[in-house]
């Protein structure tokens, strides 16, 4: 990458050289103002200079496999690109005299082709140098060696004898390899032999016994080194072990085979990772334990292996070092070995010098701090080159691991090199000074639009180049100026953080960046949305299977982000199954099998935020059923059962229910038995007597009941006599004079053996009387005859079969036959309370004229008419049962002022005795019905009539009637009410001043002695002026008459039309003719008062002359002509029209339908014809 690093600057201000270092250099850091960071923008980095910075180098310590071509990586980056030269061994490497030595074009890796040559001859140590014309950078030294695989010292190796019991250690040895090689132990073919806690490979290959066994006797104990590079496998040369068993094997405390003594030192280095080794012999073999004085094994990083014998501790640390004890324990005692390790460390950083930015005449410092043990060394170079031996440079000044530049130009710029080393290794670190002079760039694309959720921080970016660096200030909508201040941030590289953004930090946001050369501006945008929440998280689900499992997940987010829904299941994807549906907000899975379970999640994912909730899904099932059926302690009466339970499908089972067949009586039904709790697996089951059991079991949980089990062996009970009698034993007479007595017979399972039969015993209660009894078979009733009606008896049925009687029955208490009772209750007494409910009396019959069990009284009563009635009128009874207790009753219900009949029966359950004598009583006057009817009678502006009939139920003797009547205002609201009464002959009223066009309300009741009966409600109203108007049918507004002018002034209007026609035609040319006939105008008659020409006119027929119009009624009088000219005839007046033509005739009365028209040459205007007519 171009320029990693950030650089420091110091301000421009000269120092003074007086004072020491140490307080110059706190002077520069007090100083120490900005750092500035080159972009990998190529735009940006594009004709900027750059000294050479090292990329990419193989590492220190490089072991090649001398098969393949030696490869040392070296790539630097500059501007321009620095070129490549290697030293080996601290001498100029001349890569192009070497055929065999290739660099890579533009790189100075080299490859070095070692096939047909010695590899040793290109080992040594490399170091590579980049130059440019701003510096040179150089590499690490690279060590370069050959990987090497020895083969095993030739060597004669005795036979061992142990004797069984002690200690023993077979020495592996293998060749030193480089690097190192992996040693294992295997038999001579080639099978690994076992390691445990008693036979332990060391970590130096070797193989430990802490005690010998018989086992261990064999001749092939083979020690195999592996070398990792080469990929070749070497063995030793068999060791053959031969276990003596002469004297028995002697226990003994344990002791340490290594390390040896009681205390031992290990050194290692800060990073690698520390071993420990303790194995220790004894009989038995010992445990071992570690701890180390004062504080405790680091358990992130600790971990043990080979049974505890080897502790290993990863990235070691300073706080690692200390004192470690391991002990070895076994029942003989215990054995404690101390090893004391020490943590040194190689070189390492605190801070790495870091590539400078400089503009000229700027100040800056590089440091390079460094730790080790020992403390290491530090010596700095420049471009390669010690930097005592350097050109002098009056800016550049050295202070242990510091180098301090002043008031740089262009020409200062250099790499410069750190290496600290003390004697465990070397830090290299390279770190150019460059001076640049550039005016600010902005390199944060323009208009650039940062969506952040609401409550989560903003970073609005300005990433800005220049040199020196450019100050950037930000700025909100232009106009107000952002201060590095609550709620903001402005970081050094120009960044404005927004710690807890909120809707009202939405906006547009400028950044200015600036030096001495210039400045630039750029815009942002910044919109703050509202988070994404679930409302409603999925629930923890218990389905069965083959059920449906719905998880809903409904959402909330911004309505400007577009929201997707994801469902996991497990933290994996949902199964490609069609059966698990995915919708807005739910998760349906259907037919849900035990592979669903799990725990589905639902995650919803903007493009800015995300929020997640899960559930559990638990999928549940009838269990299995039970196995495995067990049939033990077995006696006559008992037998325990056992069982094995089936998978409980997630459900624990509640119970089992065990079940028998009667495979003797009733085969094939299986028979609740009992439940034991769901934690049992056994069950004592209590067995009758004669049956050939077998048994099976089903588990029930939260879902059901499991399939039953397999049926157990049968299992088969001896006979015995009855254990119990027959029950519901119940005895009754079905007609006088017998007793049926019945019960509910054993079933064969209840029979407890063959021949199972009934005894019947039967006696009269309180009577002095042995028992009668009967055996009966194959019945559950036994009927008694010729006993006496209803009387008690004693009763009771034992079971008996071939084996014995079943136990002493219980007495249970029946009676024979019932009859019909023999007499009617006496006494009868009515009493009326009012018009509508009588109270009755009776005497209670004697017990021995029911001849049963007394059911009760029913009493008959029947209206016979009323009291203004004198014919009697057809009616049902009515009746009402009372309870054999009672002696009185009510009738309610009753008509008012009516004569009723009444009689009495007693009641058993045989039927109904004979009826008491017939009782009649009479009911009080009440109020009437409301009228039969009430009509409204001519209706009139301020009047109307009412007319009514009387009550269909009078109830009493009438005596008048109420009349109230009020003005309706409203749905709700009615006027002032008028109160009228009338005499009971009086059945209509004409009502006289009322308001017109009102709505009344009337209420008609009849009266009694008792009051008023029920209104007869009715509302009418009162006529208008207009509905009056109406009656006197005035025609010339009915809709038919004013149809009918029209359609005749429309016909007139046509025969005018018509008729000025014809006398347009009729009355031009024959004038014209008369005219021509008498030439002499003096013949015409003239009017002696004004000189003109007399008008012709018919003294029979006045008709209007033309000009006059209808009379202003539109009517049109019979002796008036339809047409407006004057009929001339002989002796008439004649008349000059306008424009001076005469239109009078001479003489004669000429008839109306002449043909004259048709002599007309010209057809006439009908507009004219109009005109002549107005």
């Not at 750029?522 to 998880?551: C, W």
């Not at 409904?554 to 995915?582: A, C, I, Q």
């Not at 009349?963 to 002959?985: C, H, R, W």
């Not at 003239?1086 to 002359?1105: N, R, V």
Request: proline share 7%.
């Amino acid at each position: 990458m171009d320029f990693p690093v950030v650089h420091l600057i110091m301000g421009k201000s000269t120092m003074r050289s007086s004072g020491s270092g140490a307080v110059l250099l706190m002077i520069f850091l007090s100083h120490l103002t900005a750092a500035l960071e080159v972009p990998l923008d190529p735009k940006v980095l594009e004709g900027l200079p750059q000294p050479p910075t090292i990329t990419l180098q193989s590492p220190k310590d490089y072991i090649f496999d001398p098969r393949e071509d030696i490869i040392i990586h070296c790539e630097a980056k500059g501007k321009p690109h620095p070129s490549f030269s290697w030293t080996r061994n601290g001498s100029h490497f001349d890569v192009e005299q070497d055929s065999k030595v290739l660099m890579k074009p533009g790189s100075g890796t080299l490859v070095i082709d070692i096939s047909g040559e010695k590899a040793e001859a290109y080992e040594g140590t490399y170091q590579c140098t980049a130059h440019n014309d701003h510096g040179t950078a150089i590499s690490n030294n690279i060590v370069i060696r050959q990987s090497r695989s020895p083969l095993w010292s030739k060597e004669r190796l005795e036979p061992i004898t142990v004797q069984t019991g002690v200690s023993l250690v077979l020495q592996c040895r293998p060749p030193a390899g480089l690097p190192p090689p992996v040693i294992f132990w295997m038999d001579n073919i080639f099978q690994r032999l076992p390691l445990d806690n008693r036979v332990t490979q060391a970590l130096n290959g070797d193989l430990y016994f802490s005690n010998v066994l018989p086992e261990d006797n064999r001749n092939d104990y083979i020690c195999y080194a592996r070398f990792p590079y080469t990929q070749t496998i070497q063995q030793k040369q068999p060791i053959s072990v031969t276990v003596l068993q002469t004297f028995p094997a002697g226990q003994r405390r344990p002791d340490f085979m290594t390390p040896l003594g009681a205390t031992s030192t290990k050194m290692v280095l800060r990073g690698e990772t520390l071993e420990l080794e303790c194995i220790a012999e004894g009989l038995p073999t010992p445990e071992m334990s570690w701890q180390k004085d004062g504080g405790e094994l680091p358990t992130s990083r600790v971990s043990f292996l080979n049974y505890k014998k080897t502790v290993k501790i990863l990235d070691v640390s300073e706080s690692d070092g200390g004192d470690y004890t391991c002990t070895a324990t076994n029942r003989l005692g215990t054995a404690h070995h101390i090893i004391k390790v020490a943590v040194k460390a190689a070189p390492f950083w605190i801070s790495a010098p870091r590539n400078l930015i400089l503009a000229p005449n700027e100040t800056g410092i590089l440091t390079c701090r460094v730790s080790g043990d020992p403390k290491p060394d530090i010596s700095w170079f420049v471009n390669g080159v010690p930097i005592e031996n350097a050109p002098e440079d009056p800016t550049r000044k050295v202070d242990g691991d510091t180098v301090i530049l002043s008031r740089v130009q262009t020409s200062s710029s250099a790499v410069y090199q750190c290496n600290a080393s003390n004697e465990f290794g070397y830090l290299i670190a390279n770190a150019f000074v460059s001076v640049l002079a550039e005016p600010p760039r902005v390199l944060t694309p323009p208009n650039q639009v940062y969506k952040v959720i609401t409550n989560s921080p903003a970073l609005l970016h300005c990433a800005t180049f220049g040199s020196p660096i450019p100050t950037i200030t930000w700025f909100k909508d232009r106009q107000i100026s952002i201060k590095s201040e609550d709620p903001y941030v402005i970081h050094e590289n120009g960044t404005l953080e927004i710690n807890v953004a909120q809707s009202q930090n939405s906006g547009k946001y400028t950044c200015i960046a600036s030096n001495n050369l210039g400045i630039k501006e750029n815009h942002v945008f910044l919109e703050v949305k509202e988070p994404t929440r679930i409302l409603k998280q999925p629930e923890y689900k218990v389905v069965q299977r083959g059920m449906s499992a719905i998880f809903e997940c409904k959402v909330k987010h911004d309505p400007s982000l577009v929201p997707t829904m994801t469902w996991l299941k497990n933290s994996g994807e949902l199964p490609d199954d069609e059966r698990f549906e995915v919708d807005t907000d739910s998760l349906i899975i259907k037919d849900v099998t035990e592979e669903d379970e799990g725990t589905y999640t639902c995650i919803m994912n903007t493009t800015l935020d995300r929020d997640s909730a899960s559930a559990m899904l638990t999928v549940v099932e009838k269990p299995d059923p039970p196995t495995d059926l067990e049939l033990t302690d077995q006696t006559e009466r008992s037998v325990q059962l056992t069982w094995i339970p089936g998978d409980e499908h997630n459900s624990a089972t509640q119970n089992f229910l065990i079940q028998y067949e009667d495979l003797l009586h009733q085969p094939g039904i299986w028979v609740n038995m009992t439940e034991v709790a769901g934690t049992s697996t056994t069950a004592q089951l209590e067995l009758s007597p004669h049956v050939y059991y077998s048994f099976r079991v089903l588990a029930k949980n939260q879902v059901g009941y499991s399939q039953p089990s397999q049926p157990s062996r049968q299992y088969r009970t001896n006979p015995a006599a009855p254990d119990e009698n027959p029950s519901n034993v119940h005895g009754e007479g079905t007609e006088p004079g017998n007793l049926v007595i019945s019960w509910t017979s054993l079933t064969g399972f209840q029979s407890n053996g063959p021949g199972l039969e009934y005894k019947v015993l039967w006696r009269q209660m309180d009577v002095d009387q042995e028992w009668s009894s009967n055996t009966v078979a194959n019945a559950s009733q036994y009927v008694v005859s010729g006993v006496p009606v209803y009387v008690p008896y004693e009763i009771k049925v034992q079971a008996l079969n071939d084996y014995g009687n079943g136990p002493e029955a219980e007495v249970v208490v029946g009676y024979s036959g019932e009859d019909l009772p023999l007499s009617a209750p006496d006494g009868v007494l009515v009493t009326v309370d009012n018009s509508t409910m009588a109270k009755v009396h009776w005497e209670p019959v004697s017990p021995n004229s029911v001849r049963g069990k007394l059911k009760g009284y029913k009493v008959y009563y029947r209206r016979q008419r009323g009291l203004e009635e004198d014919v009697d009128q057809e009616s049902q009874d009515q009746v009402l049962t009372f309870n054999e207790n009672q002696t009185e009753g009510h009738l309610a219900g009753l008509q008012p002022y009516s004569l009723y009949n009444i009689f009495i029966r007693v009641l058993n359950s045989k039927g109904e005795g004979p009826q008491s004598q017939d009782k009649q009583f009479e009911t009080l006057e009440g109020v009437p019905g409301p009228p039969s009817f009430l009509n409204v009678l001519n209706p009139s502006l301020d009047s109307l009539t009412l007319e009514w009939g009387p009550p269909l139920k009078k109830n009493g003797r009438l005596i008048g009637y109420t009349l109230k009547y009020q003005p309706v205002i409203n749905s709700s609201e009615v006027g002032p009410a008028t109160v009228l009464d009338f005499p009971l002959n009086e059945t209509t009223v004409a009502l006289d001043n009322l308001n017109s066009s009102v709505l009344y309300q009337f209420h008609l009741s009849a009266k009694t002695i008792k009051g008023a009966g029920a209104n007869f409600t009715k509302e009418a109203s009162t006529v208008t002026e207009t509905t009056v108007a109406s009656r006197h049918v005035d025609i010339a507004t009915q809709g038919w008459f004013i149809g009918l002018m029209c359609a005749i002034a429309l016909l007139i209007l046509v025969l005018l039309i018509v008729c000025f026609i014809k006398r347009n035609k009729g009355g031009k040319y024959p004038v014209k003719e008369k005219e021509e006939a008498h030439q002499d105008p003096e013949i015409q008659p003239m009017k002696e008062d004004d000189g003109t020409f007399g008008e012709y006119s018919d003294t029979e027929d006045h008709k209007p002359l033309k000009g006059s119009r209808t009379p202003s009624n539109g009517t049109v009088r019979r002796d008036e002509s339809d047409d407006s000219l004057v009929d001339y005839g002989e002796g008439g007046d004649g008349q000059f029209n306008e424009d001076g033509s005469f239109i009078g005739q001479y003489s004669g009365k000429k008839e109306k339908d002449t043909h004259e028209g048709n002599e007309s040459s010209e057809a006439p205007s009908p507009v004219n014809a109009m005109n002549s007519f107005v």
